[in-house]
C-alpha cells in the first residue's frame, strides 16, 4: 500500500532564500532506456542554462541499462542524476520528482515522451502572462514506438490564454498528457502531489488543480506522448484493469466538481469512456488476438456504461473475433 498513497503526498516549500531556477524538467523513468536518449535531446536542444533550468532524470530502479551512464553521455554534465534505493512505484517516483525540484515551474516530462523547440519559452511566457494560472498546458501530438506521428489531440482554444469552464471539460475526460504540462511548484505544495491509483492520477491531479486555480492554454503542439504496449497505461490497457482504476478516478474527481453537476458529469464520463474503451478493446484484439482478454474488456465497458450505438460497436467486433478478421 505504500507504493500507491492513499491520499495527496505532503510537498513542503523551499526555502524562501534558496535562489532557483524558473524551470524544473523531472523526468521519471523506469525501464525506458530506448526512448530516453530522445526525450533528454528534445529537452537539451532548448538550449536553457542551469541558472534557467534544473533538468535531471529519477530513476525508479531500472533494470535495463545503466540509467546514470546513460544519462551521462547524452546530457554531458548537464543532466543530474538520482536513482531509487529500491522500485518504489510511479506514484512515489513522481512524489520524488517533485520534492527534488528546486523550479518556480515544473515539468515532470516521463522518459518515453518528448518536447518540441520552443516548449519551455511559450509555456514560460504563457504563465508570466496569467500569472493567476496554477499551471498551463500545450496542444500536443501522439506518436508511435518508433516516434512517427499518429494524430493530434483535438485543440481545446484557438487562441492562447485562460480556458472557461475548465474544471467541468476536464472532468468528464482526461484531456492532458504530462508531457503537455507546466505546473508551479506552489500548487503541488497547496494541493499535495498524485495519489490513489497508478492509471488517471494524473487526470484527478489536473482536476484537482482546475478546482483551485485557472488553467492557461496554448493551441501550438508542443509536445509529444508516445503510445507503447510497455507503458503503464499500455499494461493496463492491455488487461483491461484500467476500468477499475477509472472507476476510482471517477470517485475521486466527484469530490472536486460542485454537488449539482455531479451526477450529470459522472453519466457523460463513464460514455465517454465506454466508447473510448471499444477503440481500446479492438486495439486489444487486433494486438494481441487474445479472445478472454478482449471478451473481459468489452464486459467491463459495458458495466460501465449501455447504450444502443455502443451495441452495434460491440457486435462489430464480436462479428470481427468470430471470422478472426483483423
Known amino acids: 500500500m505504500d507504493r500507491i498513497p492513499l491520499a495527496p503526498p505532503i510537498i513542503p516549500p523551499l526555502p524562501g532564500y534558496e535562489v532557483r531556477p524558473l524551470w524544473s524538467v523531472m523526468i521519471p523513468v523506469y525501464n525506458c532506456s530506448q526512448f530516453l536518449p530522445e526525450a533528454l535531446e528534445s529537452v537539451l536542444v532548448q538550449a536553457l542554462t542551469a ?18 551512464a546513460l544519462v551521462q553521455r547524452v546530457g554531458k554534465g548537464r543532466i543530474h542524476y538520482f536513482r531509487q534505493a529500491h522500485n518504489v512505484g510511479s506514484l512515489r517516483n513522481f512524489e520524488t520528482c517533485i520534492n527534488r525540484s528546486r523550479g518556480r515551474l515544473v515539468h515532470l516530462l516521463h522518459g518515453d515522451d518528448r518536447i ?5 519559452e511559450e509555456l ?15 496542444r500536443f501530438g501522439y506518436m508511435n514506438e518508433s516516434g512517427q506521428r499518429l494524430y493530434d489531440h483535438p485543440i ?30 506552489e500548487v503541488y505544495e497547496q494541493l ?41 497505461s499500455g499494461n493496463k490497457h492491455a488487461y483491461g484493469e484500467y476500468f477499475l482504476d477509472l472507476e476510482l478516478a471517477m470517485s475521486y474527481i466527484q469530490q472536486h466538481i460542485p454537488v449539482h453537476q455531479r451526477q ?34 468489452i464486459k467491463q465497458l459495458l458495466h460501465m456504461h449501455k447504450d444502443y450505438k455502443l451495441y452495434g460497436k460491440v457486435a462489430k467486433l464480436l462479428v470481427k473475433m468470430a471470422i478472426n478478421y483483423y
Open 156 to 185: 481545446e482554444a484557438p487562441q492562447p490564454g485562460l480556458l472557461p469552464d475548465w474544471l467541468l471539460k476536464i472532468s468528464q475526460n482526461n484531456r492532458i498528457q504530462y508531457a503537455a504540462i507546466a505546473v508551479k511548484r
Open 116 to 120: 518540441r523547440p520552443g516548449f519551455y
Open 264 to 297: 450529470e458529469l459522472l453519466k457523460k464520463s463513464r460514455a465517454y469512456h465506454s466508447h473510448y474503451g471499444m477503440y481500446t478493446a479492438e486495439e486489444v484484439w487486433h494486438t494481441a488476438h487474445n479472445r478472454k482478454m478482449t471478451l473481459s474488456f
Open 192 to 232: 499535495g502531489s498524485f495519489y490513489g491509483i497508478t492509471y488517471g492520477e494524473d487526470w484527478e491531479m489536473w482536476v484537482r488543480i482546475a478546482r483551485n486555480y485557472p488553467i492557461a492554454y496554448t493551441p501550438h503542439i508542443l509536445a509529444d506522448y508516445r503510445r507503447h504496449s510497455n507503458s503503464i
Open 124 to 138: 514560460g511566457h504563457l504563465l508570466n502572462q496569467y500569472p493567476e494560472a496554477g499551471a498551463g498546458f500545450c
Open 51 to 68: 541558472a534557467d533550468m534544473q533538468i535531471e532524470v529519477v530513476d525508479d530502479a531500472s533494470t535495463d541499462t545503466d540509467v546514470e
